[in-house]
């Protein structure tokens, strides 16, 4: 509850196992992305957190250019 920021939630509650990634884990990371990027393009806002991005990175849930290149 703080007044000017917002956040938006993406995945599933449930652990993502990184030696299995089911490709509804998969999809949720890359609409995370798509909503990342339709954030930033709005220039609604200051700041942008991408909350372990890296993490979905390295499990190979997306593409580190995927992230690169959010613009």
Same mark, same amino acid.
């Given at each position: 509850?703080?007044?000017?920021?917002?956040?938006?939630?993406?995945?599933?509650? +449930?652990?993502?196992?990184? $030696? @299995?990634?089911?490709? $509804?884990? @998969?999809?949720? &990371?890359?609409? &995370?992305?798509? &909503?990342?990027? +339709?954030?930033?393009?709005?220039?609604?806002?200051?700041?942008? %957190?991408?909350?372990?991005?890296? %993490? &979905? %990175?390295?499990? @190979?849930?997306?593409?580190?250019?995927?992230?690169? +290149?959010?613009?």
């Amino acid at each position: 509850m703080l007044p000017g920021v917002t956040f938006d939630r993406f995945g599933s509650r +449930t652990f993502v196992n990184p $030696e @299995k990634v089911k490709p $509804e884990e @998969k999809k949720q &990371a890359h609409d &995370a992305i798509e &909503a990342a990027r +339709t954030a930033m393009l709005s220039c609604n806002y200051d700041v942008l %957190v991408l909350d372990e991005v890296n %993490v &979905a %990175v390295s499990w @190979k849930l997306i593409d580190v250019e995927d992230v690169s +290149t959010i613009n």
